[in-house]
């Protein structure tokens, strides 16, 4: 069995002050069987791993929002995987479509990215999804093929990689694909992973969808079997919608 996830992906939100809500999340939300993880900006993550540490009996974990390819040296303004997990992270979301696109990174360069973070003990999440011209185009599962066979690297099975389906078109629009259209496409990265990795091994990796998730959607959507769990936005930014987020998770 794959343990569900409810990741947050603040973006370029949260200052000092939204501590609180993390805290308070991580407070109701003790005995959750999802697993719970964070990716603020990177400002925030050692003083949250901090405020976590004060917790008693919370899983919290707590992800970076990319990370770069080299180890370390002369890249101004990157930050690397170990300065990630040394500040207290375990994640990383890679591949993100506002990074594929606001700062043109290819597959190849996402590939790289993700055996960096793997080297540094980071578990990468690479997302991956069409734009609304695919989709229209019919050009969803060669594209969402096509990213996952460049991106991912050889032995991420092996190492718990995540891969978060987010069609581009749903992110922060509000609109989301129909239930049978995320069923479709996450079946499908189920059989492709199954075929790359062996159908043992592939299953470790874990499927989430992402785009316009709320707790008025959630329920249906982690009703679908290949989805084990949501990388979530604008709905993360408020503890109490994504606390909701998370109940949906662990009751279905
Ligand atoms: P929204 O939930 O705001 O649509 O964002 C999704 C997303 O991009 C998560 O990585």
Redesign the pocket.
């Known amino acids: 069995m794959r343990q569900r996830l409810a990741a947050a ?1 603040w ?1 370029m939100n949260g200052l000092s002050r939204n501590l609180w809500d993390i805290t308070n999340l991580a407070e109701w939300q003790k005995n959750s069987l999802v697993e719970i993880l964070f990716c603020p900006p990177a400002t925030l993550i050692h003083p949250i791993a901090k405020a976590l540490t004060g917790l008693t009996g919370t899983s919290v974990q707590i992800g970076g929002q990319d990370c770069h390819t080299h180890a370390s040296g002369p890249h101004t303004g990157d930050i690397s995987a170990e300065m990630l997990r040394d500040c207290g992270a375990t994640y990383v ?1 890679l591949g ?3 990074r594929r696109h606001g700062h043109n990174e290819q597959n190849i360069l996402i590939r790289a990215k993700a055996e960096t973070a793997l080297r540094f003990n980071l578990t990468p999440i690479i ?1 991956i999804g069409e734009s609304g011209e695919d989709r229209q185009h019919s050009r969803t599962l060669d594209i969402v093929t096509e990213q996952l066979e460049q991106s991912v690297p050889d032995g991420a099975a092996d190492k718990g990689v995540v891969i ?1 389906y ?1 069609p581009v078109w ?4 509000g609109k989301t694909p129909s239930i049978d259209q995320i069923n479709d496409v996450h079946m499908h990265i189920r059989k492709k992973l199954d075929t790359r990795f062996g159908s043992e091994t592939g299953q470790r990796i874990r499927l989430l969808y ?4 709320k707790p008025s959607n959630a329920e249906p959507i982690f009703q679908c079997p290949y989805v084990d769990g949501a ?6 930014l408020d503890p109490r919608k994504f606390s909701a987020i998370i109940d949906a998770l662990g009751s279905t």
């Open positions: 992906n973006k979301i993100h479509s506002e997302c978060a987010e749903a992110i922060g629009t992402g785009g316009s998730v990388l979530v936005g604008g709905a993360s």
